[in-house]
């Protein structure tokens, strides 16, 4: 029985390498280093609500910055500020009609990224 006066010890490993064979094993089937700096920059989109309803509504259509504005309720500004970002990681690219630009989605990746969030929370 624990004591007010005894103190809790964490397990520590005191020694360099138990599994070797694992630890190997692993090391050959993960990514460069670089690559998760690049990974959590990604991920860092996510974590952003504007850019998030962003990307949802351009998972259901192209549009350009004055249909996004009014549909999200902000600033053709703000939303320029927001896709440039989201351009800048190759998760929406744009055409030009005219004097309109549209965006939409880079690809179908951002497009499952979207959809496997949306399942986990309501699962």
């Known amino acids: 029985m ?6 809790i010890k964490s397990p520590i ?9 694992i630890v190997n094993r692993v090391r050959e089937k993960m990514a460069p280093p670089n690559e998760y700096d690049r990974l959590a920059t990604l991920y860092k989109m996510f974590a952003d609500g504007t850019r ?3 990307l949802n509504a351009l998972e259901h259509s192209e549009m350009c910055v004055c249909d996004l504005a009014v549909l999200l309720g902000m600033t053709k500004s703000a939303i320029s500020h927001q ?21 939409s989605l880079a690809d179908s990746h951002v497009k499952d990224i979207l959809d496997k969030g949306f399942e986990h929370l309501r699962d």
Not at 2 to 7: I, Q, R, S, V
Not at 83 to 103: A, C, D, M, T
């Open 52 to 54: 998030v309803r962003i």
């Open 2 to 7: 624990k004591t007010p006066e005894t103190p």
């Open 83 to 103: 896709l440039k970002s989201l351009r800048l990681l190759n998760l929406v690219r744009f055409r030009k009609e005219g004097q309109i630009v549209f965006y």
């Open 13 to 21: 490993c005191d020694c360099d390498v138990i599994h070797e064979d």
